[in-house]
């Protein structure tokens, strides 16, 4: 009885790893897809902020 008990411990704390290191691999893709959004809008307000200066310049609003 007390093999099987702990035969079931083992199972238990090999899933647990399994899910533990699955969790760190979602939070390391997270983290990756955030910063990827943040460059994205940061480089995506950039251009248009240099559009903006083009046009003002070009159409004598400066």
């Known amino acids: 009885m007390r093999d099987m008990r702990n035969s079931m411990d083992r199972k238990f ?31 995506l307000i950039g251009l248009g902020a240099a559009i903006l200066g083009v046009m003002a310049k070009g159409l004598h609003w400066l």
């Open 13 to 43: 704390d090999s899933m647990d790893n399994r899910f533990d290191s699955i969790q760190q691999e979602l939070r390391g893709v997270m983290r990756f897809m955030i910063g990827m959004v943040i460059t994205f809008f940061t480089t």
